[in-house]
């Protein structure tokens, strides 16, 4: 129910479209507040600069803008929960041969889009704005006496209720090969206990499906409880319900009972035993798209054009094109740390979305694409 | 007590500054959108002239000129034309990538069918400088601009099969200002609010009961070994750590 001095009368007179502030008053709280469980959406995004968001920041979008509705449906795919009526792809707007310009680089960029998400290069950082929580471990919570620092972005490392947290901005992301499926793991889903980390969404992609791109996810990581008979994740009872509650855990700070009430409430029975296991949750990066000019350079993935030879590995370098300029603009980190942004252990990086993790070779420049054996010119390499 | 009194306004007056300032830091607006914003409200002067090149000359003279994509200074236009909204006013400006559109269709004189008469003006002009308003007794021939538009945008997305084709798909309409609409008591209560939206809205009442934002659960097709399931959600089964 609304607020009791909410004038329901004037804001029904004043009917209008959605919002970024309608939308963001639900999702951008997402785990409890503030850009908690987004890695890029946070109420940042009312006033973005346009170097945080281009669409949002420097065009105000609003999100049915992209988020397109019928009959009160919303289209969008979510990675944390399986609903989705519809889909939103960069692609809808910016076809699939994106780079427009003509020039050999905007070839070879669309060549790129084939096997990359554009945010890999559009966004490189996420949390660009604000830092997000990416680390939440439940089985330190309870310690009333606990004081909790600051970290160097002035977020607590801790909260009684909650447990033990890490905080991460300017992040860069996991790279992984994404179809756009995700495996997920429901209540009552069985899960291995003896593996090291739990899966609870994980995207389904390989290098040899076309259909799949590296994609950029953050990794929502956390150590849960898991029914040690039954094998599957256990649901706490936190909030309590009035003032007779005896089972809340943010009112009595007894996991067991927490688990039995949580359980109950969800139909599944709590075996009366469990074991803290760590936790996983991708999250696909979709916003805060920066502007073009500040997308990643080629250097910044391929170590191969760092040096003096660069398009000249394969094109002649007798035109009037400055080669080491294209292929070494682009975000420079050291703008974005001028920014105000914590990226200065960036500048300079290369190898940025780590070839060997993603089942490359190598650079494959050097190497080869994941299709294409491309190397011409210059000795095979081992 | 003078000295009182002349602290007292200076400090009100310092609140006076800082509560301006922060409404001031409250107005924020979006740089591309405003400059696009800006150029939409200009009216141009009337071409009343133009050279009335066959089509097929018109593209040749402009590839032969060398007019390219290059020359595209305008990347992105709001189309929201004074012009149209004199009489008027039902939809939001038309967001027109201009850069993106050449860049298709690598033809300019598909748009820039004709060009003024007088030699010195450029080879290229903005469409609101040829199409004004419409039913001009002056240039019966000319179609006003909102005509331009609908004609040019939407025989071109239907040829092409791409791009939007109906009104939704370019523009949002505007809310009607709902003052005069809304019959409401003072005080209303939420249940008296939502049976008074419905007494026009009822469609998107129902519509509105069967959405994911409403259930809370709906289908998953992108989730392996649920594709057909349609009871999935953080209101049924979805987990988190968080």
Known sequence: MPKKDVDLKFVAENVGHSSRASCGGCHFNGGGGDAIKHADMSRQLLKPDRSCDI?????????????????????????????????????????????????????????????????????????????????????????????????????????????????????????????????????????DINADIINLTEPVGSINDPGSKITPFKIMKGIQAVDADYDYILVPHLYPRNKEDKTAYWKNLDWEKAFEDGMDAVGLEYSGSYKWKETWMYWRLEHEVMPANMA?????????????????????????????????????????????????????????????????KGDPIIHGGRFKRLPMGYKKHE | MKIKMVRKIIFLAGLVILATALCMAEVWKAPDQEKAREKAKKIVPFIKEYKDDCKINRKICLMDAGISIKDVKDVYFLLDSPIIKKREDHYEPVRFAHKRHAALIQDCSMCHHYRPKDENALETTRCSACHQDSFNPDHPERIGIKAAYHQQCVKCHTAEAKGPVDCKGCHLQKVPDHKDLVKLPDNADPFQVTAECLRCHDTQGEDMLKTAHWLWKGPSPYTTGHRKDIMHGKGTTALNNY
């Open chain 1, 296 to 360: 990643l350079s080629c250097v910044q993935c391929h170590e191969s054009l760092k040096g003096d030879k660069t398009c000249n590995r394969c094109h002649q370098d007798n035109r009037n094109i400055d080669f080491k300029k294209i292929a070494q603009k682009g975000t420079d980190f050291s703008f974005m740390k001028s920014k105000g942004r914590d990226v200065e252990h960036l500048i300079e990086k290369t190898d940025y979305i780590n070839f060997k993790a993603l089942g490359y």
């Open chain 1, 55 to 191: 669409h949002m920041g420097g065009y105000d979008f609003s999100c049915t803008e992209c988020h397109k509705t019928r009959n009160h449906k919303i289209s969008g795919r979510s990675s944390s929960v399986p609903v989705a009526e519809g889909m939103v792809s960069c692609e809808q707007c910016h076809s699939d041969q994106p780079h427009y310009c003509g020039s050999l680089l905007d070839h070879h960029l669309n060549t790129h889009s084939k096997t990359l998400d554009c945010n890999v290069c559009h966004s490189p950082v996420f949390a660009k704005c604000k830092p997000t929580k990416t680390w939440w471990d439940w089985s330190k919570a309870g310690d009333k006496n606990r004081k909790p620092k600051k970290d160097k972005y002035g977020k607590p490392d801790y909260n009684w209720k909650k447990g033990e947290f890490k905080w991460e901005e300017s992040a860069v992301p996991d790279y992984v090969w994404d179809s756009g499926y995700m495996n997920r793991v429901f209540i009552g889903d069985k899960v």
